[in-house]
């Protein structure tokens, strides 16, 4: 039997970009993770790859504008952390993983990669994490 080709509009596979709304609750969400995974400022801010007065300035809620880089990063680190609430039960075992040293990063730690600051390694540690755990 062969494969038949579904005449179907490639924009209907198109997600919708994620709005301005939708990414001050993602940022919300994400400096309180930034405290469940007791981060510093200054890991936090090469996450978001912000410059440190910045960061401070919206972790006091005084955000700036989310341009598509940061709408970007704020999604690979909520994927990291539903990721690692699905593989563990215990949240404490899923916050604390992040500093934890694995092998699978030549024995650094997740935040170690990710303090690398570009997208690829938040990108690197949330593809490791979606494989462990099958994509479910």
Known sequence: MALQQL????QDFTPDPITDEEGGAMLRAVLTLFGKWQITDEDAAILLDLPLRTYRRWKTGQAGR???????????????????RI?????NRAYSWVKATNAAFAGRSALDVMRG????????????????????
Not at 117 to 136: C, I, P, S
């Open 7 to 10: 005449d179907i509009p490639k």
């Open 66 to 84: 989310l341009d598509r880089d940061m709408k970007a990063r704020l999604s690979n680190i909520l994927g990291i952390h539903k990721a690692l």
């Open 87 to 91: 593989i563990f039960t215990d949240p």
């Open 117 to 136: 600051g570009e997208l690829t390694d938040l990108m690197r540690v949330r593809r490791y994490l979606d494989a462990e755990r099958g994509a479910w």
